[in-house]
């Protein structure tokens, strides 16, 4: 079967410190992917997505990036966070872009 | 522009009270309507999917329905652990996704 591991499910990290957010597909091949962040209130804003290795398209300029060094694993990262980074990040696939499975997603507070 | 536009933001149900939940859209080409459950602190969870007008798909206490313009989530007879926060999303014939912030349910016992 396919599913998708994302974590941490918790992080708490203090201004200007680095992030690493890892995500794994599992039961499938050549998985678009996708990060989202999800703000109360303002649904899903669409960070990044990736339709194959080493493939990124940014969709808000940010403090943030993303990679992806495997087919199934996708990566959100930052230098120095920002407090306006908090949020709860999600990570997704499908395949031929026909709807979306997420992951159990990620709440980011930075202090 | 606001591509998809979900109503109410929270409704509050008495358990068995049946209600809708509305999405609509203003996407030039229609490709997919998706519904999603999202529990607190979870992400969201797959419901449906509808393609054309008229469909309809049924799980359980939930049936969701689609027009030109807009989709329907119908709850009947709903239950406290129906609860959670629905959302509706729209795929445009460009593979471009956009989401509603979603309706958030709660369902007194």
């Known amino acids: 079967s396919q599913t998708i591991h994302q974590w941490p499910a918790t992080l708490v990290q203090p201004v200007g410190s680095p992030l690493s957010l890892e995500c794994t597909v599992e039961g499938t091949s050549n998985p678009n992917l996708y990060w989202y962040r999800q703000a109360a209130g303002r649904g899903l804003q669409l960070l990044f997505y990736?339709?194959?290795?080493?493939?990124i398209s940014s969709e808000v300029p940010q403090n943030l990036s993303a990679s992806r060094p495997q087919d199934r694993q996708f990566i959100l990262s930052s230098k120095k966070l920002l407090l306006s980074d908090s949020g709860f990040y999600l990570c997704a696939w499908s395949i031929r872009l026909y709807g979306y499975t997420f992951g159990s997603g990620t709440r980011l507070t930075v202090v | 522009e606001d591509q998809v536009t979900q109503s109410p933001e929270a409704l509050r149900l008495q358990e068995g009270e049946s209600s809708s939940l509305n999405c609509s859209y203003t996407v030039s080409g229609l490709r997919g309507l998706f519904w999603y459950r999202q529990d607190p602190g979870k992400g969201p969870e797959f419901l449906f999917t509808?393609?054309?007008a008229g469909e309809e798909k049924e799980k359980e206490r939930l049936k969701a329905t689609l027009t030109k313009k807009e989709s329907f989530l119908h709850i009947t007879a709903p239950k406290p652990e129906d609860s959670a926060t629905y959302l509706c999303a729209v795929q445009d014939t460009g593979n471009q996704f956009y989401f509603g912030t979603g309706t958030s349910l709660t369902v007194i016992p």
């Open positions: 509808l393609y054309s």
């Open positions: 990736s339709v194959g290795i080493g493939q």
